[in-house]
Structure formats: structure tokens, C-alpha cells
């Protein structure tokens, strides 16, 4: 795999929500020896102190300055990537569906996405980088050797998420969570700024019906041939 202005490869994976793209990175990127960035997480961060604040999730001025300010780190301990905002763990409250919505809403805000930009580039590290996200490929590495675009189809991303609830605990109704993920996929798909959508020169993977060794599979083989 070539090297872009003497960077460390990067190879993206994008898609909308529950694609299977975290799980597909994170298992990638541990087979590459690679760093991964969640970058859904940075928006999850910014949503999450926006909550706590009481913040207007339609106001883009003061979403950009929580942004800009937000005292943030990640840390892997026993295998698990631990996201800590103000040095609290709060890996588990930034995947709560409440703050899962609000995410959508805030990475639609330009501001918001202009000041993470910068911190998602900074992860690009030797030996190379695995980027999960929704504008990975077009917008923060428009210059990866190997584009992703992981998708499915929403009545199976929807059984998807159903299930893990489910295994947690959580009362949730199918239907409820069919219609988030709709209303999701419009605005991640309809938003101004970085819309979700594949990169001109991405592959594009449909996982519907497909188990995660089976998408990995696809996946190495892609690497491997663009290697």
C-alpha cells in the first residue's frame, strides 16, 4: 500500500448506523496492526456535553465553541477503547440512543464539523490508520488508499440494534428503532455539510444477511488487493 505525502496509509470505512462499520474497523485494524479512529465518537462527545449543558442542538454557534473546547481523550485498557471527556469515563453514556440521536443533529452543524476535523486528522500515525465514520473517504481522508462504504438495509440495521438492546436489557420497540434509523439516514444523507454518501472511488459493501466474519473477510481480501 503507497503512502501519500510521505503519510501513513489510511484506509476508511463509512456508512450509516448500524452497518456493522465500528466492528468491521476495530477488528481490521487489530488483523493491520493498525490505530483506529471512531471519529462517531468525537460527535458523540460534543453531543453529550451539549446534553449536559442544556444546549440548543439547532444552535451551531454554540455547539462549534462546546467543540472547540472539549477536554477529551481516549484510552485502551484490556483491549477496550475507553472515550473520557473531562476526565470521566463515559464510554458507555455516548452510546445511550439519546445521545445517539443527538449526535446526528450536531455532526449536521458545519462549525461543529469544521473544529473536530483537525482532531481527526491528528490520529494518522505510523504504521497507518483505520478511520470509521460517515465522511472518512470524502471529506477528512480524501486521499486513502483504500476506501469503504458499509451499508445495509435499515429494517436490518434496525434487527441489528433491536438485538444488542435486547441482550443489555433494554424494552425497545422494533418499529421505534426502524423509524430512528430512517429519520437518521435522512438527515446524515440530506445535511449540508459532508452528507453521507460513498466516495467516488470507494467500494461499496451491503452486509445484509452477511455475519461480521464474513464482511471482514470481504474487507481483507479488498485490502489485500489494493495492497
Known sequence: MSETDNQPPVITIDGPSGSGKGTIAKLLAEKLGYALLDSGA?????????????????????LTE????????????????????????????????????????????????????????????PPGLVADGRDMGTTVFPDAPVKIFLTASAEERARRRFAQLREKGVSVSLRDLLEDIRARDARDTNRAASPLAPAEDAVELDSTGIDIEGVLQRVLQLVRERT
Open 66 to 125: 462546546i467543540a472547540d473546547g472539549l477536554d477529551i481523550r481516549f484510552e485502551v485498557c484490556d483491549g477496550k477503547a475507553a472515550a473520557l471527556l473531562e476526565s470521566r469515563d463515559v464510554t458507555d453514556d455516548i452510546r445511550r440512543e439519546r445521545v445517539s440521536m443527538a449526535a446526528s443533529k450536531v455532526a449536521a452543524m458545519p462549525g461543529v464539523r469544521a473544529a473536530l476535523l483537525q482532531r481527526q486528522r491528528d490520529f494518522r500515525q
Open 42 to 62: 468525537l460527535y458523540r462527545l460534543t453531543a453529550l456535553a451539549a446534553l449536559e449543558r442544556e444546549a440548543d442542538l439547532t444552535d451551531d454557534a454554540t
